[in-house]
């Protein structure tokens, strides 16, 4: 009765207040759907996920050919034999030189590693630490998972101000003066970068499970059992001969026997079908991820020569682009390591990274198209047509490329300390 009194109550005088909160909602929910906030939906991904992608990607890499494959070509394309920065006059390059061999810096071998983890990773957080007395500085990469905040201005999200690393006692945080943050993939509007191998990941990890039951399929479909059938015996006599048979014949012995026994070889009737189809259509798509053709990855997918020469295109095209980036960085390094040693206050300073060309191809073909190109010139400045400047501009241009990338950051007190990247043909394809 007490209980009936209490809703009674609560329906008389709560009821009609509820009714009208409900119905507010339910109007304020329809003017809202299909808008969203002024500033715009956030692109960059929860720290857990960038994480739990860096650490898929670093197993793949270690334990998955493909992906293993993937990376260390795109290392190898880019890279070569390795890059070679320029310095624009001989003071600087000597600077140059004894920081890139530094025995502490190494920087001949260390461009590898950075290279293959900018490559896992997506990005790379190098920490600068110069030597006060030698004004020597040190780059150290700190692993992209261990990363958890970008702290960039309001009003410019590329303008980064620091980073916090994950640690005990609430982490670290690193000023951007003294931190690099270089990033590869990364979309409008993110801080952060994205691997190489993120796309590729569900699809490694479906190939090496077809190919894993493939290997079973085939395994078992040879397996065989020895069936012996033991005419009018009881079960005593079953289990003694089923002892005496306790270890079964090898392959290519004599099995002799009377009338009173059958022996039978039973396989598995594994009614396993031609699944070719599908583990090419699964690398197809792997290799259509990485930006690479099949024959790239030992698979001669029936096509001649001439056809994957044209395939490769694309591809080199790819490693073009990474090589400028990935020139860029390292010119970025240099010039800091220069600012912070103080030797070239007031000055300006131009770096240049200079790579191996992607393939032997492109010398035969430019020399080819180099020596038209001059003839041609040639006979067009006998006859007045053009100058001789502009006929060696010309040249200039079609015999290579000179692409400017960007310029490093200048800081210090009066230092002017500029970079640009120039992809050199050196003819060692």
Not at 154 to 159: A, R
Not at 306 to 319: C, D, I, N, V
Not at 362 to 389: F, K, M, P, Q, Y
Request: glycine fraction near 10%; hydrophobic fraction near 40%.
């Amino acid at each position: 009765m007490a209980g009936d009194w209490r809703a009674w109550v609560v329906d008389r005088f709560f009821g009609d207040l509820v009714a009208d909160r409900v119905r507010e909602a339910s109007i304020f929910a329809d003017e809202d759907r299909g808008w969203r906030p002024a500033g715009g939906m956030p692109r960059d991904v929860p720290h857990s996920e960038i994480s739990e992608q860096i650490g898929e990607s670093g197993e793949a890499y270690r334990q998955n050919a493909l992906a293993h494959r993937v990376i260390e070509l795109t290392t190898d394309y880019v890279l070569g034999r390795g890059l070679r920065l320029r310095a624009s006059d001989a003071d600087a390059q000597a600077f140059v030189d004894a920081w890139w061999t530094h025995p502490r810096n190494q920087m001949a071998t260390r461009q590898f590693d950075l290279c293959t983890e900018l490559s896992l990773a997506g990005e790379l957080f190098i920490t600068l630490h110069t030597n006060p007395y030698d004004g020597v500085t040190y780059p150290r990469a700190i692993p992209a998972a261990a990363i958890d905040l970008i702290e960039s201005d309001p009003d410019d999200l590329e303008t980064e101000r620091r980073f916090h690393q994950i640690g005990t006692d609430g982490g670290r945080w690193w000023e951007a003066d003294d931190v690099r943050h270089y990033a590869i993939n990364r979309l409008i509007g993110t801080t952060r970068g994205q691997g190489d191998l993120v796309p590729l990941l569900p699809w490694l990890r479906r190939y090496r499970e077809w190919l894993t039951d493939r290997v079973r399929i085939n395994r078992f479909k040879g397996a065989f059992i020895w069936d012996v059938e033991v005419k009018s015996a009881d079960r005593r006599a079953i289990l003694a001969r089923q002892a005496e048979l306790a270890t079964p014949p090898t392959p290519g012995s004599i099995i002799v026997h009377n009338d009173a026994e059958r022996w039978t070889a039973v396989q598995p009737n594994i009614n396993a079908a031609d699944a070719e189809p599908d583990g090419r259509a699964m690398r197809l798509m792997i290799a259509a991820g990485a930006g690479l053709p099949l024959h790239y990855l030992a698979e001669a997918e029936g096509s001649n020569r001439a056809t994957a020469a044209e395939m490769g295109g694309p591809t080199l095209r790819h490693f073009e682009r990474r090589q400028l980036y990935v020139g860029w960085m390292f010119a970025d390094l240099a010039l800091e390591a220069a600012r912070r040693s103080g030797r070239f206050a007031g000055r300006t300073i131009d770096i240049e990274a200079e790579f191996e060309d992607l393939s032997g191809r492109e010398n035969a073909a430019t020399a080819s198209a180099t020596r038209s190109i001059v003839e041609a010139l040639a006979t067009a400045s006998e006859r007045g047509w053009i100058d001789d400047e502009t006929a060696r501009r010309m040249i200039g241009k079609y015999a290579g490329e000179t692409v400017p990338s960007g310029e490093g950051q200048a800081g210090g007190s009066g230092a002017r300390v500029t970079g640009r990247i120039v992809v050199r043909r050196t003819g060692q394809g």
